[in-house]
């Protein structure tokens, strides 16, 4: 069974670059998307963007000018980087994977990491 | 921007049948959208009960069902569980871009 799991700082300043990884275990990280979620304290789901295993992207409209999304197969790793970090960003961000053979779900998740950004 | 309206809260009763709802600004919510539902609970990460309008995910219980009705897509519950108490969200997707309803905060009373 795919395990994910989110890692990276629990709190940057603002203006700086927010970088996390999501580690993948228990399954190829071949022929899936993957994407980033994030939920700000006490309030509703965000899509980021997905990645394809083949490094294609999409990207939040409203995110986009500031997320990069990349993967690394070779280390079962896929990454988001988040520039010019406000309060607005402090949230918990959830890693997933799709199902096999489906480009339109987003079917496991990671257990999340909180991001916060705090002078 | 589009956005993704479903009910604020709901209530049922154990053993009850519900309904949840998800429409969008755009017009009718089609098969294209390909409606995903998710469960969560306080304090755990989402779970993923209903893709690609009606397809379940190998762990979703037989008593979740999605549909499109009318010009909605929606989350049916049958034979409601005191477990299923929960914050329910609605995802559509729009040529490359996902977008996350509001959220339905069911109570089972």
């Known amino acids: 069974q795919v395990q994910l799991q989110e890692s990276g700082p629990g709190l940057v300043k603002p203006s700086e670059t927010l970088s996390l990884t999501c580690s993948v275990s228990g399954g190829s990280i071949s022929s899936y998307y993957w994407s980033w979620i994030r939920q700000p304290p006490g309030k509703g789901l965000e899509w980021i963007g997905y990645i394809y295993y083949s490094g294609s992207t999409n990207y939040n409209p409203s995110l986009k000018s500031r997320v990069t999304i990349s993967i690394d197969t070779s280390k079962r790793q896929f990454s988001l980087r988040l520039t010019s970090v406000t309060a607005a960003d402090t949230a918990v961000y959830y890693c997933t994977r799709s199902e096999e053979g489906s480009a339109y779900d987003l079917g496991y998740w990671g257990q999340g990491t909180l991001f916060t950004v705090s002078s | 921007q589009t956005v993704v309206t479903q009910e604020p809260s709901l209530t049922v009763s154990p053993g009850g049948t519900v309904t949840l709802t998800c429409a969008s600004s755009?017009?009718?919510?089609?098969?294209?959208?390909?409606p995903n539902w998710f469960q969560q609970k306080p304090g755990q990460a989402p779970r993923a009960l209903i893709y690609?309008?009606?397809a379940k995910h190998s762990w979703t219980p037989a008593r979740f069902s999605g549909s499109l009705l009318g010009a909605k897509a929606a989350l049916t519950l049958s034979g409601v569980q005191p477990e299923d108490e929960a914050e329910y969200y609605c995802l559509l997707y729009y040529g490359g871009a996902w977008v996350f309803g509001g959220g339905t905060r069911l109570a089972v009373l």
């Open positions: 690609s309008t009606n």
């Open positions: 755009t017009g009718a919510v089609t098969s294209g959208n390909y």
